[in-house]
């Protein structure tokens, strides 16, 4: 079985940084795509950032573009968001989300717990 867990959230004035991470575990061959999602409040589940498995290709939520900044390391099976610039609007709870490849050979759609992300203005 997979796990992955989600850290970094908290509350942040508007303006500031947060930098989240999320940490694979378990067993499994590989992790091709990782990305983060956020749900705001009333709202649907809505992707913010993705990047392949060698880190060459990112995309951005038109929202958060130049403000946040995925990355992973592939040696400890993480993934991170470094946002900055951040603003009231960015509040949600941001989900870690991974295509794992399990040992079978089987992609496995894989999500954290969440992480609650607040920015007060």
């Known amino acids: 079985q997979v796990h992955l867990v989600e850290s970094g959230g908290g509350l942040v004035q508007a303006g500031g940084s947060l930098r989240l991470s999320c940490a694979a575990s378990g067993s499994f061959l590989t992790i091709n795509i990782m990305a983060w999602y956020r749900q705001a409040p009333g709202k649907d589940r809505e992707p913010v950032a993705l990047i392949t498995k060698s880190g060459t290709s990112t995309q951005y939520a038109d929202s958060v573009k130049g403000r946040f900044t995925i990355s992973r390391d592939n040696a400890k099976n993480t993934v991170y968001l470094q946002m900055n610039s951040l603003k009231p609007e960015d509040t949600g709870v941001y989900y870690c989300?991974?295509?794992?490849?399990?040992?079978?050979?089987?992609?496995?759609?894989?999500w954290g717990q969440g992480t609650q992300v607040d920015v007060s203005s």
């Open positions: 989300n991974a295509a794992v490849v399990g040992v079978d050979y089987s992609t496995i759609d894989t």
